[in-house]
């Protein structure tokens, strides 16, 4: 099978360890979407560790054989440091990545998952994460072509208030603050409804469920 050099943008959603002290990286592309590469140790070095970090944005160079893809050198920035949020932080922006993985096949390009991921990053320092993170969750949702603010699909299990957070959180455009006020009744009940759904709709099992409750 022939290879091919490959140049691109992506998210680092998560690494975990490699073979002889490298790296496994899956990522968010813009060109391919969803993709796991491997980042050999001495590329490591070269280019810092740094970077392997949950949701750096980095613009890469790898070798592409069939399914298997090799990093041969990145540079970028970090949108926003995760490892120094307090836990409950950290475990809403896992439930954000462990769906993304779930959610979008690896290869497939989607500018609106890619966009949405790289919006919900830099907004990552300076939002709170809880309904920064939710709001993202219920995007991406939509952008599978899964709504969870479909008034089909919450008619008779939700609260006429609960669907109008998940329609104004589907529909909000980054430019603005989020200006609707949110009660911790309605979004309790909005998170306990897309727990569900994620699960009987798009027929994920997340290990992250209960995260926003």
Same mark, same amino acid.
């Given at each position: 099978?022939?290879?091919?050099?490959?140049?691109?943008?992506?998210?680092?959603?998560?690494?975990? /360890?490699?073979?002889?002290?490298?790296?496994?990286?899956?990522?968010?592309?813009?060109?391919?979407?969803?993709?796991?590469?491997?980042?050999?140790?001495?590329?490591?070095?070269?280019?810092?560790?740094?970077?392997?970090?949950?949701?750096?944005?980095?613009?890469?160079?790898?070798?592409?054989?069939?399914?298997?893809?090799?990093?041969?050198?990145?540079?970028?920035?970090?949108?926003?440091?995760?490892?120094?949020?307090?836990?409950?932080?950290?475990?809403?922006?896992?439930?954000?990545?462990?769906?993304? /993985?779930?959610?979008?096949?690896?290869? /497939?390009?989607?500018?609106?998952?890619?966009?949405?991921?790289?919006?919900?990053?830099?907004?990552?320092?300076?939002?709170?994460?809880?309904?920064?993170?939710?709001?993202?969750?219920?995007?991406?949702?939509?952008?599978?072509?899964?709504?969870?603010?479909?008034? /089909?699909?919450?008619?008779?299990?939700?609260?006429?208030?609960?669907?109008?957070?998940?329609?104004?959180?589907?529909?909000?455009?980054?430019?603005?603050?989020?200006?609707?006020?949110?009660?911790?009744?309605?979004?309790?009940?909005?998170?306990?409804?897309?727990?569900?759904?994620?699960?009987?709709?798009?027929?994920?099992?997340?290990?992250?469920?209960?995260?926003?409750?």
């Amino acid at each position: 099978m022939r290879k091919e050099i490959k140049s691109g943008e992506a998210i680092v959603l998560h690494s975990r /360890e490699g073979r002889e002290g490298g790296k496994i990286l899956s990522l968010f592309t813009m060109q391919q979407g969803r993709m796991v590469m491997s980042l050999p140790r001495a590329v490591m070095i070269r280019c810092g560790s740094g970077l392997t970090a949950p949701f750096s944005l980095i613009r890469y160079t790898s070798t592409v054989e069939g399914e298997y893809a090799l990093l041969g050198q990145y540079e970028g920035r970090l949108l926003f440091d995760m490892m120094k949020l307090p836990y409950e932080d950290m475990a809403y922006w896992f439930y954000v990545i462990e769906l993304s /993985e779930k959610l979008f096949p690896q290869g /497939e390009k989607d500018d609106g998952a890619y966009d949405t991921l790289l919006r919900a990053g830099m907004a990552g320092g300076r939002r709170n994460s809880l309904p920064l993170c939710f709001m993202t969750v219920v995007k991406l949702l939509a952008l599978a072509g899964f709504d969870a603010a479909s008034p /089909e699909e919450g008619e008779g299990k939700l609260s006429h208030e609960a669907l109008l957070l998940l329609t104004a959180f589907r529909d909000y455009r980054w430019e603005n603050p989020f200006s609707r006020a949110i009660s911790r009744k309605t979004f309790h009940e909005a998170a306990a409804y897309v727990d569900g759904f994620v699960e009987k709709v798009c027929d994920i099992k997340m290990n992250t469920k209960g995260a926003f409750l």
